[in-house]
Every structure is written in C-alpha cells, then in structure tokens.
C-alpha cells in the first residue's frame, strides 16, 4: 500500500509498506544484479549505508545459480542474507540487450544465453515464475524495451503486445501466490510503460496500463540514447496519468542530477548501475560534483573522498590512501568508493525527503545544483 504524505502536485513524499517493510519514498534502490553488489560490499554493508531497497536480476539469477536453486534455498531474501524489500527486474532488458540473436513472438522471446549460447525462451508466464521462486518483494512485469529511435508502427505494435504481456503476468502471478509451495505469497507486480520518444503512445499507454491496479508502475525504455530533455519531457507527459495512489518508478535513472529532476517531476523510485560501477573506477561523488581520485593531484591529499561524509570511506580513510590501493590493485580500493558512492546516494535521497518533509525542496534542489557542478571529473 502506498500513502502519500505530502505533494506540490509535481513531486511526491510517500511511504510504500511492503511484505518485507516500509519504504520511504523517493528511494534509490541499490542494485545487485546477481544478489551482490559489485565491489566486494555485503548486505550487512548495506544497512551500514542506509540502503532501503536491493535490486536483483531475474535474467541473470536464471542463469546462474538458477531460480529454482534460490528457491530451494528458501528465496533470495535467505539467499543474500537480506530482510529488508528487494525489487527484481523482470529480465527483458536484458533479453534485448544482451542477446544478439532473438525472436521476438507473440508467446514470448527466443534468445541463446550470452554466457553459453545454449537456447533459452521467456515469456511473462516464465518471468513471474522465475520472479516467484526468487521471492522478491515486488516483481516487474515482462515487456520489451524498445530501442531509440524506432518507427511509430513498430512502437505502436510493441506497446499493445507489452499491454497483453502485462495482463498475462497479472494472471499469473495471481495464480503463483495462491500456491502451498510459494514462499512470497503475497509478491507485488509492477507494469511497466513503454512508447519510446512518442509523448502520445506513452500517454495511452500509461492509461491503459493504470485500469488494471496494479501495485505499482514504472517508466521504462528511457536512458537508452535520448537526450536528458526527451527523458524530462517523456516524464512530465506520463506522470499525470499514472495513479497518483501508486508508486512511480524511473527505471535505470541515473546521475544525481537526474534524480532530483526526475524527483520534481513525480517519480518516487530510481536504480542504476553508475554509483557502484564509477566508484569500481575510482571515479566517487562529492558535494561538490564528480571528481576521478586517480588524478595525480591527490597523491598527497590527506582529505577524504567528501569532506562531512560519514561513510565508512571517508571516516577513516583518505584521498591518498584510496589512490594509492587503486595503483597497487587492491581489491580495497574499489570495495571503498562502491561504499561511499552508494553511502552519497542513499544520504541524498534522506536528503530529498527532509526537505520536501519541510517545505524546502525547490530550494534544495537548487543549492545541490549548484554545488554540484563544481567538481572537477
């Protein structure tokens, strides 16, 4: 169930209670593609750093170690040793993106593994049962992420096969959580809305995807080659016609600045990859924008990554220290600035929910702006 507790009829201050707890809303959601987040950091680090909600893969779990294994194990959250909600995409993403060969049909999509080639079909009926035995607390519906820039035909004929998609993975997972031997019997679904760049498709889309109330909803196909201003744009027209009693979540976005402008248009939940794979390059945020600690310039730097920053990083380490592993090659260096990367995401968005708690947020947003574009990566 999501509240709503506070809004300006653009951005959204909300709690969303889950079978696994409540989430404060916006949230950034940390990503562990394979129920570990890269860069040697745990889930007991995770609560260290104030994460609220893990993402995992359903795509990638199936592979490996399998779904099936998971749930014999008794479902991700035991798995992973994590109690707190975790999201798990549905996998088509990844089916288009990294399958060089597929086939995309009516029943679902023929594609061979890019581990080992071996030939795999998934379909909505597969994903909510992979999703299932994952036991994740909200599971994304299966659709196809459309490349930009496609054709109106194709993107019309790609949406309305999405929209059947997501009504037999209404179905299907209704019929899962019914089942004795299901551990989540009480999973979430969230659709998911697609139209590439083509404001209308998407508007028609987001109405049609709100009449079956679902759990939440999400935007999806966006940050994957348009502009910042065509994702800003796509999002101001869709927002209005989601619920405005569910959570809105902007999959793979993005940077901190995307964030904020994502949050002043509507959007309550975020992931991405950029925090944990910049920081595995020693490339960490600030609250001063972006810098690379490998420059030559923090040889001699006795201050942390954030000066104020009270991750594990910054408090008890410094610039020098962490540049210094990088150029050894210790594992360290990258375990590190995950942290800390991870630590300044989940500390802005406690930050976004402060001030918008407290009548504050456009002029939040304006000094993080302002602030962050001072930095030097």
């Avoid at 944990?276 to 201050?303: P, Q």
Wanted: net charge neutral.
């Amino acid at each position: 169930m999501y509240t709503l507790k506070k809004t300006d009829g653009k951005y959204r201050r909300g709690e969303f209670v889950t079978p696994h707890g409540t989430i404060q809303t916006p949230v950034f959601m940390n990503v562990g593609t394979l129920a570990a987040i890269k860069g040697a950091v745990s889930s007991m680090d995770l609560k260290d750093i104030n994460c609220q909600v893990e993402l995992s893969n359903t795509y990638h779990l199936h592979l490996r170690p399998g779904d099936k294994v998971i749930k014999a194990l008794g479902g991700l959250h035991k798995f992973m040793n994590w109690d707190s909600p975790i999201l798990t995409d549905s996998g088509g993403f990844q089916v288009f993106s990294l399958s060089s060969i597929r086939k995309i049909k009516e029943e679902g999509v023929y594609f061979n593994s890019h581990i080992d080639g071996r030939k795999i079909f998934m379909g909505p009926e597969e994903s909510m049962q992979i999703q299932s035995n994952l036991a994740s607390t909200i599971a994304m519906a299966f659709d196809e992420c459309i490349p930009n820039p496609s054709t109106r035909d194709y993107v019309i004929n790609s949406v309305n096969r999405t929209t059947r998609w997501l009504e037999r993975c209404k179905e299907e997972l209704s019929r899962l959580n019914t089942l004795e031997d299901t551990i989540n019997k009480k999973q979430m679904l969230f659709g998911i809305n697609q139209g590439g760049t083509y404001d209308d498709i998407r508007v028609e889309h987001a109405k049609t995807i709100t009449a079956l109330d679902l759990d939440g909803y999400a935007i999806g196909g966006l940050a994957v080659g348009e502009t910042h201003e065509e994702m800003y744009r796509i999002i101001e027209s869709v927002v209005p016609y989601l619920p405005n009693n569910k959570p809105i979540y902007l999959m793979g976005v993005g940077t901190p600045v995307n964030i904020i402008e994502g949050v002043s248009r509507g959007v309550d939940f975020f992931d991405c990859v950029l925090p944990a794979r910049n920081g595995r390059h020693g490339h960490v945020f600030t609250s001063k924008g972006k810098i690379n600690i490998m420059n030559a310039k923090y040889e001699l730097d006795s201050k942390p990554i954030d000066e104020g920053c009270e991750c594990p990083a910054c408090k008890h380490y410094t610039r020098a220290y962490i540049r210094h592993l990088f150029k050894a090659k210790e594992m360290l260096a990258m375990r590190l600035c995950v942290l800390h990367n991870l630590y300044f995401y989940n500390k802005m968005m406690q930050e976004i929910r402060d001030a918008i708690d407290e009548d504050r947020f456009y002029a939040y947003k304006e000094e993080f702006l302002e602030n962050f574009s001072q930095g030097d990566f």
